[in-house]
Nanobody, 121 residues
Framework: VQLQASGGGLVQAGGSLRLSCTHAGRTLSSYHKAWFRQAPGKDREFVARISRGTGAAFYADSVKERFTISRDIRANRVYLQMNNLKPEDTAVYYC???????????????WGQGTLVTVSS
């Protein structure tokens, strides 16, 4: 499984970005898909997950009602729409997939390389 994340950049507080994660090869439909982030000097933290099959979404409290995770099964892509961004959202964002439905980053088997999101105040 090879994942490629993109879409990061510099945005002012209150702005929006959409991250994309693509996978070349085996369909992502077999996996639960998630986004994590890691700010400088901090541990990697869960952001959002979308379940295989049902597509049910689950979010960290810090991003609820601002971020939306979605998928395009045909295109083998996962998205993270981020609205009303705050300076504390600044981090490297990673997509990850695994067969297990979890929010624990240590249990995810496959990771993209990360894309940097910087939110200025």
């Amino acid at each position: 499984v090879q994942l490629q994340a993109s879409g990061g950049g510099l945005v002012q507080a209150g702005g929006s970005l959409r991250l994309s994660c693509t996978h070349a090869g085996r369909t992502l439909s077999s996996y639960h898909k998630a986004w994590f982030r890691q700010a400088p000097g901090k541990d990697r933290e869960f952001v959002a997950r979308i379940s295989r099959g049902t597509g049910a979404a689950f979010y960290a409290d810090s991003v609820k009602e601002r971020f939306t995770i979605s998928r395009d099964i045909r295109a083998n892509r996962v998205y993270l729409q981020m609205n009303n961004l705050k300076p504390e959202d600044t981090a490297v964002y990673y997509c990850a997939v695994d067969m297990e439905a979890t929010t624990d980053h240590s249990k995810f088997s496959y990771w993209g390389q990360g894309t940097l999101v910087t939110v200025s105040s």
